[in-house]
Nanobody
C-alpha cells in the first residue's frame, strides 16, 4: 500500500505559478510510475501529466509548455510546477501512483492504483 498526500494548492491570479508536491509513504515499491490528474467544476477527472520511475514524461496538450512534472525518488516525492496559469486550470489536483512499471508512463486513470485526496487550485482572472 502507498499513501499519497498532496500539498501546494491555493489561489493564484492568471499568469501566476504554483508548485504542487505529492509525498508518498507506506510500502512504496521501487519502479512505480506517478501522475497528476485534475477535476474541474462540473467536469470529469482528466489526465494532466505522468512520469515513469526513470523520468520519462507525458503531458496533456492543454498544459504542454506550461507545466513541468518531476520526481525525487530518494524522497518519494512528486512535483508539478505550474506556470502561466489560466482560469481553466482551476480544479482539484490529484496525485496518483501505479504498481511497478519500469519506463512506462500512464495517462489513463485506470492504470493507477493509489490516489491522494487532492489539493484545490484556483486561478482567478
Amino acid at each position: 500500500q502507498i499513501q499519497l498526500a498532496e500539498s501546494g494548492g491555493g489561489l493564484v491570479q492568471a499568469g501566476g505559478s504554483l508548485r504542487l508536491s505529492c509525498a508518498a509513504s507506506g510500502r512504496a515499491s521501487l519502479g512505480y510510475a506517478m501522475g497528476w490528474f485534475r477535476q474541474g467544476p462540473g467536469k470529469e477527472r482528466e489526465f494532466v501529466s505522468g512520469i515513469s520511475w526513470f523520468g520519462d514524461t507525458d503531458y496533456a496538450d492543454s498544459v504542454k509548455g506550461r507545466f513541468t512534472i518531476s520526481r525525487d525518488n530518494a524522497k518519494n516525492t512528486l512535483y508539478l510546477q505550474m506556470n502561466s496559469l489560466k482560469p481553466e486550470d482551476t480544479a482539484v489536483y490529484y496525485c496518483a501512483a501505479s504498481r511497478p512499471s519500469g519506463t512506462r508512463v500512464f495517462s489513463l486513470s485506470a492504470d493507477y492504483d493509489y490516489w491522494g485526496q487532492g489539493t484545490q487550485v484556483t486561478v482567478s482572472s
